[in-house]
């Protein structure tokens, strides 16, 4: 019987070691893997010591600590920096159809930690060269049916991640019922969350969509309103530590997860998607033979400005694939459709905005809904012929839906298998087209995700860049899929051109992306808008809108801005949005508040560029600390006197810069 265990439970680790990023991973790992499995086997015969299967794994800096506990029954872990409790007992565990992982649990083995070291680069995001540290344990453990179960457990400076393997050969087809995670806030801790729609509510049926605006500084333990729950990344405060919870390595086989909408205590449990969240008839939940693993669920932890640095949401991703590295090419487009709507795309209009695009040195023009009928292929070609003089690429829109909404808009229907996707990418690519955003997913269960992942295979093959509306969020998709450059997944400045509300929402609800939605992922919210919208007073100022060019980070961005908007911005303006950078060396937090205000710094090469939102309706004054550019002399472009004016002048980086910020302002610092 002994015998037995050893071999499952090196069997287990093996699974692990082998699956997903963890395997394709550059490893500096003490001990080896040998000796990992020699004290898994010493584990599983009784020669570890109790006390090691119940010590902390700590992270490299030794800040951060998680204990796991297996006892009556349960597996719980607890979460502590700098011996202040983060989370409480938490349960972990899984359900699956013909077998209880998550209850009559007992211990088989537990590894040594051993460290993992991994280096990679991103084209799109906060940082281009990364390296993640983490010391890692595996924990195996059996039923009352001997039926066993792994969790991965991971700790780095900046937070925790976990993950479970189940490669149990008495269940060659794992179905998953229900995850039994949980996040346990001590009390007094406050939430930033953002609530998940009702599958097939909204416009057209279009539901969940990740649009909703932020409940801020709530009380955990505070219900949801809605039945589906709250989203990820979900942000939360407990004394001076702040936790940011999601997910990462999605690669088609498990559901996109959530929080669920009861949080009784202050302990948030995993939520599923609802039934109608999937590709025509297809799969909610993880159903697969063979070994079973479910994406790792991350913590970012620490000081705002350790949570906002972090890149756990990529670190914790599967390596990229193999993509044409001549073809990532991140960049700023013009988009016709953010203002001017469905009666813009038409030919003249978008030759109109090509030359635009080519006038501020932008890299791309978007042509939304309906081209196929107001333009036409043939046209089309023409456009692309004439935009690839200008040096400017074109970006096509497509529905990806089949019968899960009621949306009109077109061409649609025409990427739902492999073959129609094969044909249509070649046509694309025959004809110059540089990439697509592709609109209007059903939500996020499993066969959802894994249409997700199809198209972007098959766009990858055909060179194409990809931007999905619509959407889920990416959870470090643009690591793992290089010509994935954005996503919506956000309320974004569409709806603030809808509704008088949502602009006046607007200012407060930027100053809460870069802690929650854009934290790891590249955003689409389109912005930068210095002229008017049709029947909205703007609520924020030209210095904010010049500051969110900087401040949101997406592989391409779309600003929404006309020409006639662009012509009424001074020189220098109009000369800072024909340069602002394509993509990042290196980013950090300067100072912020989640849903109050935000001050991001952002280096391209060797220019710093620092940009900072007001998200209050009242003057602020904020004394930044730039001592990390050193001595760089720049200019600040801020808010001037008049409404929808600037005013620029000469700075100096030093060790302190002070700002004031107008209500629902902004500024930009070049050094």
Request: charged share 20%; hydrophobic share 40%.
């Amino acid at each position: 019987m002994v015998n037995t265990t050893v071999v499952t439970a090196l069997s287990c680790a093996a699974a692990i070691l082998a699956a997903g990023p963890a395997a394709a991973q550059t490893n500096t790992a003490s001990p080896t893997r040998a000796a990992t499995a020699s004290a898994l086997a010493a584990a599983a015969t009784g020669s570890a010591s109790s006390a090691a299967r119940f010590a902390a794994l700590r992270s490299p800096d030794n800040h951060i600590a998680v204990t796991v506990r297996a006892a009556d029954g349960k597996l719980t872990y607890t979460i502590a920096r700098d011996g202040k409790p983060v989370l409480l007992a938490s349960e972990l565990g899984l359900q699956l159809a013909g077998a209880d992982l998550a209850n009559d649990l007992s211990l088989v083995a537990a590894s040594a930690p051993r460290a993992v070291e991994d280096h990679y680069q991103m084209a799109v995001g906060k940082r281009k060269d990364i390296t993640y540290r983490a010391n890692e344990q595996i924990w195996s453990l059996q039923n009352a049916k001997q039926q066993k179960i792994d969790v991965v457990f991971r700790v780095s400076n900046d937070g925790v991640a976990f993950r479970y393997v189940v490669a149990e050969p008495s269940l060659p087809l794992k179905k998953l019922v229900q995850e039994h995670t949980t996040f346990a806030l001590p009390a007094g801790a406050k939430a930033w969350l953002q609530p998940m729609s009702v599958a097939q509510t909204g416009w057209s049926n279009t539901n969940p969509s990740y649009e909703e605006h932020y409940q801020m500084e709530i009380p955990v333990g505070a219900k949801s309103p809605t039945e589906a729950g709250w989203v990820f990344p979900a942000l939360f405060r407990t004394g001076a530590n702040w936790l940011a919870i999601s997910e990462a390595n999605m690669d088609g086989s498990w559901q996109a997860s959530r929080l669920a909408q009861d949080s009784s205590g202050g302990e948030y449990r995993i939520g599923n998607p609802m039934a109608p969240e999937v590709y025509t008839n297809g799969g909610l939940m993880a159903e697969v033979e063979g070994t079973l693993t479910s994406p790792w669920r991350i913590i970012a932890l620490g000081s705002l400005s350790t949570v906002t640095n972090s890149t756990l949401g990529t670190d914790l991703a599967a390596p990229a694939v193999a993509f044409d590295a001549t073809r990532i090419k991140p960049g700023r487009a013009s988009w016709s459709w953010a203002i001017l709507k469905d009666d813009s795309i038409v030919y003249d209009v978008q030759k109109k905005f090509i030359d635009y695009a080519a006038d501020m040195k932008w890299e791309y023009t978007l042509i939304d809904v309906n081209w196929d009928r107001n333009i036409g292929y043939d046209k089309i070609k023409e456009l692309a012929d004439y935009a690839a003089k200008k040096n400017v690429g074109l970006i096509l829109w497509y529905n990806s839906s089949g019968p899960w909404n009621k949306t009109e808009y077109s061409p649609k229907g025409q990427l739902l298998t492999h073959e129609q996707r094969v044909k249509e990418f070649k046509r694309l690519s025959d004809i110059g087209i540089k990439g697509l955003k592709i609109d209007f997913f059903a939500g996020d269960g499993q066969s959802m995700i894994a249409y997700y992942n199809d198209i972007l295979r098959d766009a990858a093959a055909a060179g194409l860049l990809v931007n999905f509306h619509g959407s889920t969020l990416p959870r470090g998709w643009h690591r793992t899929w290089p010509n994935l450059m954005t996503m919506e997944a956000i309320r974004g400045f569409e709806f603030t051109t809808f509704e008088q509300k949502d602009q006046e929402a607007m200012p407060s609800h930027a100053a809460m992306l870069p802690f929650t939605r854009n934290l790891f992922d590249p955003m689409d919210f389109t912005p930068v808008v210095f002229g008017d919208i049709p029947k909205i007073k703007r609520a924020s100022t030209n210095g904010f809108e010049l500051a969110t060019s900087v401040l949101y980070l997406s592989g391409i961005q779309h600003f929404a801005d006309t020409p006639e908007g662009m012509a009424t911005a001074p020189d220098y303006v109009k000369k800072f949005m024909q340069n602002v950078p394509r993509s990042w060396d290196d980013s950090r937090l300067v100072d912020g508040y989640p849903g109050k205000y935000a001050v991001v710094a952002r280096r391209s090469g060797d220019t710093w560029y620092i940009a900072g939102i007001n998200g209050a309706d009242k003057e602020k004054t904020l004394t930044l600390d730039l001592s990390f550019v050193g001595s760089k002399q720049g200019v600040i472009i801020t808010d001037g006197k008049e409404a929808r004016s600037f005013n620029q002048r000469a700075i100096a980086a030093g060790k302190k810069v002070v700002v004031t910020v107008k209500p629902h302002g902004g500024f930009v610092i070049q050094l």
